[in-house]
């Protein structure tokens, strides 16, 4: 006889953490009897559906069910179309009276409102 097949999942494992959460839906689907305020039972049931759904979603996630939404891959552009769209993003800048050759202040430099820009 095989040990594994008899011994249970080792306690954190995948297999034990999955055993866990179908027993916490279970549980929380029996449902327990509603009783009236004299303690005798209504004939209703009530569930604990937040338990349910929580153990259900992270069982579905520990089985890969759902998965992040794909992001869609950025388009590789060639140097040539880099250049193109650079020369086109200068040309409306300019077209704005915006000097697009302006160079970001040196490391050190914040380059804020009320400085005087140095004449190189």
């Known amino acids: 006889m095989n040990a594994s097949s008899t011994s249970s999942p080792a306690p954190g ?18 449902g327990e009897p509603v009783l009236a305020r004299d303690g005798t039972p209504t004939g209703q049931l009530k569930y604990d559906s937040t338990a349910a759904n929580r153990a259900l979603e992270l069982i579905g996630k520990l089985q890969g069910f759902f998965s992040e939404r794909a992001q869609p891959e950025e388009e590789q552009k060639s140097d040539d179309e880099l250049r193109t769209e650079l020369t086109h993003i200068l040309a409306s800048l300019a077209e704005l009276g915006i000097e697009g050759g302006a160079r970001a202040p040196a490391q050190g430099q914040h380059g804020g409102a009320g400085e005087t820009p140095r004449a190189d």
Do not use: C, F, G
């Not at 494992?13 to 029996?30: F, H, P, T, Y």
């Open 13 to 30: 494992s995948r297999d034990w953490l999955l055993a866990r959460l179908i027993a916490i839906v279970e549980q929380a689907m029996q």
